[in-house]
């Protein structure tokens, strides 16, 4: 999404202030002591643009044929909390994306077989992107799903015993002959090798390629499935309405008891800043709170960890990956593939960007940036304002600009942000009965 033309006509629509005829009127007690006492029309459009009954419904994806098929969410949903996808049977994709932390690990570099360089983002709604991982290496949510599984740090397993396991427990092989057809025997090790599979591990890679480009073949099909199967679980995860957009709600009805009910004047003060003064509208707009850009806000390098050239080096990875859009493996053909064709890969641009985090649930999401840099909100705030006019950065060049925020300016931009929690939610087009939290539980 190119983010400048929907920023200038939000920030056109700050400055419309004058248009006569207010949507909501206070009276005279309550303009001295709440600081929502007007807002014009032009500002509640823009607010509404923000809320959660502002999202639209999700599109299909046409590089996963199963993505909406809700037996393929049923296994999905299995395999997601299966420790067995490890080589220690200890680590499951839920030990990153924990429910009960709106699918993330409160750890800011995230911890599977061993400790990885970034942290694991949260889950919730994040169906609706165009990239996934910090850097975006990956076009689709199916082939996002697929490289913790063979990373040496996260899930440590091969594409090899992934399939196996499949083939072999009773529950898996029959949901996955019911959506993807029948399994392969792969009894014989000769042809298929206990651990082997593209890995950092040489013995690993050496002995997947040992083997026939067929097999080969036939094993990475399954190993896709397991991933667009995960995927039609995840799609099905969405973040639930929070207090500002009940408020936003309450504005649009005129009630402002339920107004005052959702928010407070700090909170409402903060709301202000938020698309105002403070900027966050530039990267953090949209129903989910983000462009789903790239953008370099010269964050400090993580403690211990080496350079990190962020989409500079991720977009070039999503072009060569065997798995994108275009690849054998997507069910999309090549017009649906716009996002990967024509993906910017100018080093100026994508030198040291990360993409913008979704702000729904930030508060409860520490610590905050690729690598949890920052540990809590007030240290995220402090570096925004911060901000100098020379945009240095420790890699290529700062995005941010001077907010020049006061102490109390910060506290209710702080106070705006918590408003933004709300619990996670199923898709209202789920059909399957799955619960979203609960792996035992079809509701």
């Known amino acids: ?84 996808l490890s080589a220690n049977g200890e680590v499951s994709c839920a030990s990153c994306h924990q429910p009960d932390r709106y699918f993330t690990d409160g750890l800011g570099q995230a ?45 440590g397993t091969t594409r090899v015993e ?37 890995s950092s591990e040489r013995n690993i890679t050496d002995a997947w390629n040992a083997m026939s480009a067929g097999d080969r073949q036939l094993v990475s099909r399954i190993f896709v499935n397991i991933g667009k199967s995960l995927a039609a679980y995840e799609r099905l995860l969405m973040p639930g309405p929070g ?44 129903p989910l709170l983000t462009d789903q850009g790239f953008h370099n806000i010269g964050v400090p390098f993580a403690e211990g960890l080496h350079l990190d050239w962020g989409r500079y080096q991720g977009v070039q990875k999503a072009l060569k990956d065997e798995f994108n859009c275009l690849s054998e493996y997507s069910d999309a053909g090549q017009k649906d593939c716009a996002e990967l064709r024509f993906a910017k890969t100018m080093k100026d641009e994508t030198i040291g960007a990360f993409k913008a985090p979704t702000l729904r649930n930030v508060a409860e999401t520490a610590p905050y940036m690729h690598s949890g840099q920052f540990a809590d909100l007030d240290a995220v705030l402090d570096h925004y304002n911060k901000a100098t006019t020379s945009r240095k950065a420790p890699i290529g060049h700062s995005d941010l600009l001077p907010i020049n925020l006061t102490a109390e300016e910060l506290a209710q931009l702080k106070a705006f942000l918590h408003t933004l929690t709300g619990p996670p939610a199923i898709a209202p087009y789920n059909t399957s009965g799955i619960s979203p939290t609960n792996p035992n539980r079809i509701r």
């Open 162 to 198: 992934l399939a196996r396991l499949i083939v072999a427990d009773p529950d898996y092989h029959a949901a996955y002959a019911a959506l993807f057809g029948a399994l392969p025997d792969l009894s014989d090790t000769k042809r298929f090798p206990k651990r082997a599979g593209p």
């Open 1 to 84: 999404m190119n983010i400048s033309p929907l920023y200038h006509l939000l920030a056109t629509s700050l400055t419309l202030l004058t248009v006569s005829g207010f949507a909501v009127k206070a009276t005279a007690t309550e303009t001295d002591t709440r600081a929502d006492s007007v807002w014009s029309d032009a500002e509640i459009s823009m607010l509404r643009s923000l809320s959660l009954h502002s999202l639209r419904p999700l599109q299909a994806d046409p590089s996963n044929a199963v993505a909406d098929d809700s037996r393929a969410a049923a296994l999905g949903q299995k395999l997601f909390f299966d420790p067995r």
């Open 243 to 286: 207090r500002f957009d009940r408020y936003v709600e309450a504005l649009q009805e005129n009630n402002a008891a339920a107004m005052q009910e959702a928010m407070t004047a700090n909170e409402v003060a903060g709301l202000k800043l938020f698309v105002g003064k403070a900027m966050c509208i530039r990267c953090h707009n949209g």
């Open 111 to 155: 911890r599977g077989i061993a400790t990885t360089p970034r942290g694991a983002p949260t889950l919730l709604g994040a169906s609706y992107y165009a990239w996934f991982f910090w850097d975006g290496r990956r076009d689709s949510q199916w082939a996002q799903a697929l490289g913790p599984l063979e990373s040496g740090l996260e899930h």
